[in-house]
């Protein structure tokens, strides 16, 4: 099979050749930048660093063609841009100061290199009106943002076999509006200030929404993947309880997905870490095809195979590779195993994709990186 043909086989429940691998292309599936050079390094491969979203700050790399071949990833990004004015304010800024993206939210440099997000425009806001009043939301009408995307979209499909994966940067509504207010504050004000709380989530989505359209009216026919998603777990269960999700952000979540699926026949790829077992079904009913990381070291996720049992067939499971043990900690013939047992138990009769739980970290060893994107030709 090609790889467009691998993947479009998993994602119609199907068999495949061998198990597609997705890789290098969303901050979800990525490599961060020094585990990056340690695998240029091993490889022997002499190339400019380069980061996804050109955004340095983010720390993860923009893996190369040679670099993708070695990674056997069976897709190809396609990103929007930040507006011009974010990268020349950001370019010249004094140098280790703080980093401010294009909603006011931000990081900060907390060792050399390392940055964490700690700027929150609206950090004690608690009303409406503070919303409404709220002079930096981005403008997502900027051309800038998607006037390369139906180029970079057609190249893939004209010169390659791969499948397209679109990633526009979004934090969704809920993990935006940890950056806006901090996660303390925000998980507060769900419950103190719900009001306020659903009207902040419904100003995310309207601007998600507005540069989504403009993304997807880019990309037309050209795609076979967007990546949307909202961290809703924590190693062992929830951050909010299901019925808190249910009421407050589902529906915006449901409104985001029935949105992309009215302007493309993409599958839809939602990213949540941790232990979200008890919102899969709520997942699959608003019209996610594809679920992402499946964290294995967090608490019901660990369990394959009631997971496959419940839901193969239903949605497809991209991830599973453990991140925490495995992969920066296990030898090759371990990580090889584990791409064995992960991959016969969720790609059983087909609808699994290879991947890292989340970002393959700094401390992962190259070795490592290549047993695991190896291991499927076995």
Known sequence: MTP??????????????????IIGVSNAT???????????????ICSKDQYLYNWPELGTALPDEEMMIHLNSDVRGVWDRFPQAVYQRNKSRPTHSDYIDDWGSG?????????FPAVHPLKNATTVE????????????????????????????????FAVMATPWLLFPFERGFAMQGMENFLTNLAIYPDFAKALLKKHLELCKTLMGHFLDELGDLVDIIKIGDDLGIEKGLMISPAMYRDMLKPIHAEFVSFIKSKTKAKVF???DGDIFDLIEDFIEIGVDILN???TSAGRMSDLSALKEKYGGRIVFCGGIDTKKILPSGT??????????????????????LAS??????????????????????
């Open 4 to 21: 467009k043909e691998r993947v479009n086989a998993v994602l119609n429940f199907e068999k495949a050749d061998r198990v597609p691998v």
């Open 30 to 44: 990525g490599i961060k930048m020094k585990a990056y050079q340690n695998l240029k390094k091993y490889l022997g």
């Open 107 to 115: 990081a900060k440099e907390i060792s050399p290199g390392d940055w």
């Open 130 to 161: 503070e919303i409404e009043n709220y002079p930096n939301w981005p403008d997502m009408n900027d051309p800038f943002r998607v006037a390369h995307v139906k180029e970079a979209a057609s190249n893939i499909q004209a010169n390659t076999e």
């Open 270 to 272: 939602f990213h949540s």
């Open 293 to 295: 990381p499946i964290q």
């Open 332 to 353: 090759p013939e371990e990580v090889r195993k584990e791409v064995k047992r992960v991959s016969q138990i969720l790609g059983e009769g087909g609808g699994y994709m």
């Open 357 to 378: 739980v989340h970002t393959i970290m700094n401390d992962v060893p190259p070795e490592n990186i290549l047993a695991m994107v190896q291991a499927v030709e076995d």
